[in-house]
């Protein structure tokens, strides 16, 4: 039986990856509102329920290194043109154990569903839950084929004393029995160095495609 993108994400939390061969799988959507591209080293995934032939094609007509091709900018802009989705940024894809434990902040859940974090995250995700803590806020919700997704927001007046560090860390507390996931533009440095530091590790980039 054929791997879904979910058996991929799975493995890959167990750090078991796709063989690094150069090649490129394509697999369907979880769900229609996610489609794209991760690269793994020397193995790409792209789920989308597109034809697979006209994305073979397309990233062979690139002419380009096929360890870049999927991340081209020409192969992203094709695949928006041909889905009418829309794409933000190339991010570093990172996931984090569970961890055992209560978080050491203080979190109050935020129920209030007009509250912008939370009208934003549901816009990505599913199941989605907020916690405030003094100067951050704290998301966790289902996202690309039903990953346990984790994003947070740190204000500008409390930076360098480690919150966000604190707040990634949480999340792994919250998570239950199962890996927590994280999308970080590349060009954060401070966001991944506190990801890192909370025991997250990289295992890939990737270009999410979403509806308008």
């Known amino acids: 039986m054929a791997e879904s993108l979910r058996d991929i994400l799975d493995a890959a939390a167990r750090g078991v990856f796709p063989a690094a061969d150069g090649g490129t799988t394509v697999v ?3 769900g229609s509102r996610d489609a794209g591209v ?3 080293t020397a193995h790409s995934v792209v789920f989308t329920d597109e034809d697979p032939r006209w994305v073979r094609k397309t990233l062979d007509g690139l002419g380009c290194d096929p360890l870049a091709a999927t991340m081209h900018a020409r192969f992203l802009t094709a695949f928006m043109e041909r889905t009418g989705r829309t794409t933000d940024t190339i991010d570093v894809l990172l996931t984090g154990a569970p961890l055992p434990g209560r978080p050491e902040l203080a979190l109050t ?3 209030d569903p ?3 974090r939370v009208v934003s995250a549901r816009r990505r995700r599913d199941d989605v839950r907020v916690w405030a803590a003094d100067g951050g806020v704290l998301v966790l919700g289902r996202g690309v084929a039903g990953r346990l997704e984790v994003a ?3 204000a500008e007046a409390v930076r360098h004393r480690r919150l966000g560090r604190r707040l990634v860390t949480a999340a792994r507390q919250l998570a239950g029995d199962e890996p927590v996931w994280a999308q970080v533009s590349a060009g954060n440095a401070r966001g991944l160095r506190a990801f890192q530091a909370a025991g997250y590790r990289a295992v890939g980039s990737e270009a ?3 509806r308008p």
């Open 152 to 154: 947070v927001e740190v």
């Open 38 to 40: 991760i690269a793994f």
């Open 208 to 210: 999410l495609f979403l």
């Open 114 to 116: 007009g509250h912008p």
């Open 109 to 111: 859940e935020v129920a």
């Open 28 to 30: 369907p959507q979880h």
